[in-house]
C-alpha cells in the first residue's frame, strides 16, 4: 500500500513539473520554430499585452514613445525586447513572453 501512495505522489509530481515547463513552452514544440506559427503561441502574453506592461513603468509614456519592439528567442524561451524613450530618458526592457514577468529594465540618462 505504502509503495503505491508513493508511486502515485511521484507521478503527480511529475505531471505538475511537466505542465509548468509546458506553459512556458520548454516541451510544446516552440523551441527553435517559426514565430510565424500561430500554434507555438498559444500560450504566450500577447504584443499588446508586453507592450502595456513596459508602458506601466513609465508613468506618462505612450506606444508612439516605443522606439523598438521585438519578440526574441533566448535560451528556448521567448522574450519581448525594446526600447521606450520618454522625456530625453531611455528605458530598455526584456518581457517573458510566457507569463509577463520584467527580465531586464535598464535607465539610461
Same mark, same amino acid.
Given at each position: 500500500?505504502?509503495?503505491?501512495?508513493?508511486?502515485?505522489?511521484?507521478?503527480?509530481?511529475?505531471?505538475?513539473?511537466?505542465? +509548468? /515547463?509546458? %506553459?512556458?513552452?520548454?516541451?510544446? &514544440?516552440? *523551441?527553435? =520554430?517559426?514565430?510565424?506559427? #500561430?500554434?507555438?503561441? !498559444? +500560450? /504566450?502574453? %500577447?504584443?499588446?499585452?508586453?507592450? &502595456?506592461? *513596459?508602458? =506601466?513603468?513609465?508613468?506618462? #509614456?505612450?506606444?508612439? !514613445?516605443? /522606439?523598438?519592439?521585438?519578440?526574441?528567442?533566448?535560451?528556448?524561451?521567448?522574450?519581448?525586447?525594446?526600447?521606450?524613450?520618454?522625456?530625453?530618458?531611455?528605458?530598455?526592457?526584456?518581457?517573458?513572453?510566457?507569463?509577463?514577468?520584467?527580465?531586464?529594465?535598464?535607465?539610461?540618462?
Amino acid at each position: 500500500m505504502k509503495i503505491r501512495q508513493r508511486v502515485l505522489s511521484l507521478i503527480i509530481c511529475v505531471l505538475l513539473l511537466a505542465g +509548468s /515547463l509546458c %506553459s512556458c513552452g520548454v516541451f510544446n &514544440g516552440n *523551441a527553435g =520554430k517559426d514565430r510565424s506559427n #500561430a500554434h507555438a503561441t !498559444d +500560450s /504566450l502574453i %500577447s504584443k499588446e499585452e508586453a507592450i &502595456g506592461i *513596459a508602458l =506601466k513603468r513609465v508613468q506618462g #509614456a505612450t506606444s508612439e !514613445d516605443l /522606439l523598438r519592439f521585438e519578440m526574441e528567442q533566448d535560451d528556448e524561451h521567448w522574450i519581448y525586447v525594446g526600447d521606450i524613450v520618454y522625456q530625453g530618458i531611455e528605458y530598455s526592457f526584456e518581457i517573458e513572453a510566457c507569463n509577463g514577468n520584467i527580465l531586464l529594465w535598464e535607465i539610461d540618462k
